[in-house]
């Protein structure tokens, strides 16, 4: 089975600055993806960023931007330029097929606060 | 339209009652979803339907009933609930059988069981 470990409950930094996610994970299968989530107060969960396993350049999304280390089993995410906005609940996810469809897990998720 | 919509948002009913939470995605999207997220905690799977069949039950007990009309609708019935299933349940989406797409989440139905 898969499992999704995120070791930080909680994190704050000022706004402006860079703040770094950690991610670890298990898996035995070599052909999967990754996720980080965010959920703000709203509770929408929205995709802020993925990662292709057979991929070894680590993917960015503008502010945003993965180290991924697939020996390691290691998925941190990178928030450069923190703004306000981006005070919310993370949340790393792995996914692999399943039945035709796909089932996500999450780890326990990390709190972050943008202080202005 | 990159939207799936949950109503209602907030729900309370009695042990008693019965209802149902609807969700509906207009993605053409042939995968859909229905998680429950307990308070600070991550989303945990309940059920999968993938071209209108169910595909998953994570052993979820019988008082949750899921249905999927048509391939943009999502129904969660609820009957005879228990205190412990008051939580936020996410409605979900995404492309079935492509293994490099996101799944697309609804803001959730915040369910209170009193």
């Known amino acids: 089975a898969q499992t999704v470990t995120q070791s930080q409950p909680e994190m704050s930094v000022q706004e402006a600055e860079t703040v770094t996610l950690s991610c670890t994970y298990d898996?035995?299968?070599?052909?999967?993806?990754l996720f980080w989530y965010k959920q703000p107060p709203s509770r929408q969960m929205i995709l802020v960023i993925r990662q292709e396993a057979y991929k070894q350049q680590n993917a960015t999304e503008n502010r945003f931007s993965v180290n991924f280390q697939k020996a390691a089993k290691s998925f941190s995410l990178k928030i450069s330029d923190s703004q306000l906005g981006d005070t919310a609940m993370y949340f790393c996810?792995?996914?692999?097929?399943?039945?035709?469809?796909?089932?996500?897990?999450f780890g326990q998720g990390t709190r972050l606060t943008i202080n202005p | 339209d990159t939207e799936v919509t949950q109503t209602p948002k907030h729900l309370v009913m009695g042990m008693t009652n019965k209802k149902s939470l609807k969700c509906e995605q207009h993605m053409g999207h042939r995968a859909m979803y229905w998680y429950k997220q307990k308070a600070k905690k991550p989303p945990e799977l309940m059920f999968v339907y993938s071209y209108e069949k169910l595909s998953i039950n994570e052993s979820v007990p019988s008082r949750f009933s899921p249905e999927c009309p048509n391939s943009s609708l999502l129904n969660l019935h609820l009957h005879a609930l228990q205190p412990e299933d008051s939580a936020l349940y996410l409605c979900a989406s995404s492309l079935a059988l492509e293994l490099n797409t996101e799944a697309f989440f609804g803001q959730g139905t915040r369910l209170t069981v009193v």
């Open positions: 996810a792995f996914m692999k097929p399943l039945q035709g469809a796909q089932k996500l897990v």
């Open positions: 898996t035995s299968e070599n052909n999967y993806y």
